[in-house]
């Protein structure tokens, strides 16, 4: 065996490759499966970063699914309650171009809290039901009531009320609320450099 | 004699101090209706508990705290409660927050107090309940409840108590006043103070621009015959910041994040001792202020005791103002204060000047101009930062980076901003990127919250699912096993069933519609 192979170097580089190719390949697939990674860490980070709504307006049903689907390479521009904030950051995370947010899925608002109009609930705990966050307190029959900290303003509690009752009032108002604006936010500035002649030609 | 340090940086702006007329003190007219908001400190809003149309006495409780950080507030005279509504007061938002209105009466009934004389005989816990009920809160600026600062925790044992009676900002003599007026009761205050936290000695330091203050105090202390030590050092702003004055007069600088209590001291203002003094001893809680009424647009410039509660109008009013159109007036010093949008705001505990400055004194900044990187921000910072670097990264909102150049531990004094040759509006900036990156931690938290609770729901609503789908295949094998039992084929004889009945309407005739 020794003796053909040393006589046909060919065969015997052949071989040598083979085996090794053989090795490696064990060993990988060994790896594969002694240390194999529980869910999809890039999924998990992109849910970190996802504004956890659980609106759905991105087309998907709650925060999870659509941080799996860009994960799997969808537009990272759906998500309305997030805004230019979250695409920033999901852009810094995947390493591509920050895209404008995509005006099909809505537009980025202030946020807001459900508030139940109590005279009015006739306790058809529909929108308890609704809720994705179980922020929504009571039962058959009585009078429902929104736990203000743990809504997220998701709105799906809106359409299945029956009588109408469900109101979105602003979650930030007030002075607590209140920071110092940026100057530039206060008074408008033009920075246009006299040099940039694009932008000049453009106006 | 105490070793005096230097801290990095600061300015020295003209000190218009003398303006005011230091060392005089005259209260102020009582307004017809007292404006009490009910957040006049730093924390919670303290909760109303009497009703409008209610008669209140002067000392009552009006509104009592909301949990550990917050403060009560007490009617300063007496008077009826006409509302408790939202009104404007002196917030740079220029927002209405809720207040407590009360018509005053001009009758002065007070409430009878029983103050406590043998305090050294009670233990902290005690005079630190009776501080919180006077509603004393930091009276240098920022309002800090004070029984939150005595109670610094068993971790942290304090040696030191330091009074900070530097009062650098310009314009200001509130405490240079009361430093000259009330230095009895502040030695007595601070000596109370320091036998709340346990401190083995007690620091008062003053700059050495008010010598008058230094004089009386040091009078005080010689009649107190408490072992007090005063220390002065050499005027420059911001020495009066509590991480400035702790590395001044001790060379040892607070931690980064950290408090003063990490390194074995407790800081407070002068008035914020008094303020203890009179909780204790006299039982009286926190209801009037010093307010210095200053700037060249006051017939009078002078310092008085005013209510809490009194819009700020009637003071500037009482002082002589001689508006010019768009007179700007400022709640604060010229460095760190804000301009009022509406003068019916009242002042508040925090309240320690009104500044009613001419156009040409103060005149209104220019447009910001480009920055030159000239670096003299970084030279005027008290706290060592970059403030060039900190205005590009707030500028790009870049958290990260404003995280790592130690944006939190910037004090806003302004130094920077003053020096700037652009003339840019650099603690905006600041300001405003601190008040972005609070906002988005409070979210982060808010949405980890909502993942939780929604995952919550996903795991229960799946429980679910498998608890329904369970039970019906123990119905149905129970169905299963009892039909074996009866010995006879249960989908058979369903057949059956079924053949009958259709061979029963194969016989009947068929009807036509």
Known sequence: MLALLSDQPLLAALSALLGLGAIFGALLGFAAIRFRVEGNPISDQINAILPQTQCGQCGYPGCRPYSEAIADGDAINKCPPGGEETIQALADLLDVEPQPLDAEHGIEKEPVVAWIREDECIGCTKCIQACPVDAILGAAKVMHTVIADECTGCDLCIEPCPVDCIDLIPRKEGIGFWHWPLPEDRAPRFDIIATDTLARDAA | ?513
Not at chain 2, 276 to 289: F, Q
């Open chain 2, 1 to 513: 004699m105490r070793q005096i340090h230097d801290i990095h940086g600061g300015i020295h702006p003209p000190e218009r101090k003398a303006l005011s007329r230091p060392g005089e003190l005259e209260p102020a007219p009582l307004p017809p209706v007292l404006v009490l908001p009910l957040r006049q400190h730093l924390g919670v809003p303290a909760l109303p508990i009497v009703n409008v149309g209610d008669r209140v006495l002067g000392g009552q409780t009006i509104a009592e705290a909301q949990g550990v950080m917050s403060v009560p507030v007490h009617a300063p005279t007496s008077g009826t409660v006409t509302a408790i509504e939202a009104r404007s007061i002196a917030h740079a938002s220029g927002l209405q927050d809720q207040c407590i209105v009360i018509e005053t009466d001009g009758q002065h009934e007070w409430l009878s107090f029983t103050g406590i004389t043998e305090w050294r005989a009670l233990d902290a816990a005690a005079l630190v309940e009776h501080v919180r009920a006077a509603g004393v809160a930091g009276m240098g600026g920022a309002g800090f409840p004070t029984a939150v600062k005595l109670n610094p925790g068993p971790t942290r044992p304090i040696e030191t108590l330091l009074v900070n009676g530097t009062e650098c900002e310009p314009y200001i003599t509130a405490d240079d006043t009361l430093m000259q007026c009330q230095a009895d009761e502040l030695i007595e205050g601070a000596q109370i103070l320091a036998h709340i936290v346990s401190a083995e000695s007690i620091l008062i330091g003053i700059e050495d621009n008010k010598p008058d203050a230094i004089a009386s105090v040091e009078a005080a202390i010689a009649r107190s015959g408490a072992e007090i030590e005063l220390a002065t050092f050499p005027t420059k702003y911001p020495s009066g910041g509590e991480k400035q004055i702790i590395e001044i007069l001790t060379g040892h600088q607070v931690p980064s994040g950290g408090i003063p209590a990490d390194i074995g001291l407790v800081c407070v203002n002068p008035g914020t001792a008094v303020a203890a003094k009179r909780a204790i001893i006299d039982g009286v809680p926190l209801t009037h202020r010093i307010v210095t009424l200053t700037g060249e647009a006051l017939a009078s410039p002078q310092n008085v005791t005013a209510c809490l509660g009194t819009p700020i109008t009637a003071l500037l009013t009482h002082a002589g103002l001689n508006a010019a159109p768009q007179q700007r007036i400022i709640h604060g010093g010229p460095m760190m204060g804000f301009a009022v949008s509406d003068l019916n705001a009242p002042i508040t505990k925090i309240t320690n000047c009104l500044l009613a400055p001419t156009p040409t004194e103060l005149p209104l900044p220019e447009p910001a101009k480009p920055c030159i990187r000239c670096g003299h921000c970084a030279e005027a910072c008290p706290a060592s930062l970059l403030p060039q670097q900190l205005y590009w990264y707030a500028r790009a909102k870049d958290q990260e980076q404003l995280a790592e150049h130690r944006l939190f531990d910037c004090i806003e004094c302004g130094a920077c901003a003053y020096v700037c040759p652009s003339q840019i509006p650099l603690v905006q900036y600041y300001r405003a990127a601190k008040g972005q990156i609070r906002d988005s931690e409070q979210e982060k938290r808010r949405s980890d919250n909502s993942r939780e609770r929604f995952e919550a729901r996903q795991v229960r609503l799946e429980t679910e699912a498998a608890e329904r789908e369970a039970k019906r295949a123990a119905r149905k094998a129970a169905a299963q096993s009892k039909a074996a039992e009866d010995g006879a084929d249960p989908i058979q004889a369903a057949i059956e069933r079924a053949k009958a009945r259709k061979a029963e309407q194969a016989s009947e005739p068929e009807q036509t519609p």
